[in-house]
């Protein structure tokens, strides 16, 4: 089921951060959180590109659906 609205999308991401702190965000404080929008596109890149293909493939729908998110306002 996709994210209704930005929050949610964003906690996803920190879900999806946490699954997968270990394996591809090592390299970052264990406490960390992405902020904003561009910190949260960061971290999905960095799963993708680090973790396995099930990571890829959800790192990647929750891109698509944090990219329009963001665009929805200025559409309107």
């Not at 964003?10 to 959180?33: I, S």
Request: glycine share 2%; charged share 25%.
């Amino acid at each position: 089921m996709a994210p209704a609205s930005h929050s949610e999308i964003a906690e996803a991401v920190n879900e999806l951060a946490d699954q997968y702190r270990d394996r591809c965000l090592w390299f970052l404080r264990p406490d960390y959180y992405p902020a904003s929008d561009t910190e949260r596109l960061r971290v999905l890149d960095y799963i993708a590109r680090h973790g396995d293909l099930a990571a890829y493939r959800r790192a990647g729908r929750l891109k698509q659906w944090l990219l329009l998110s963001t665009s929805a306002p200025s559409a309107a």
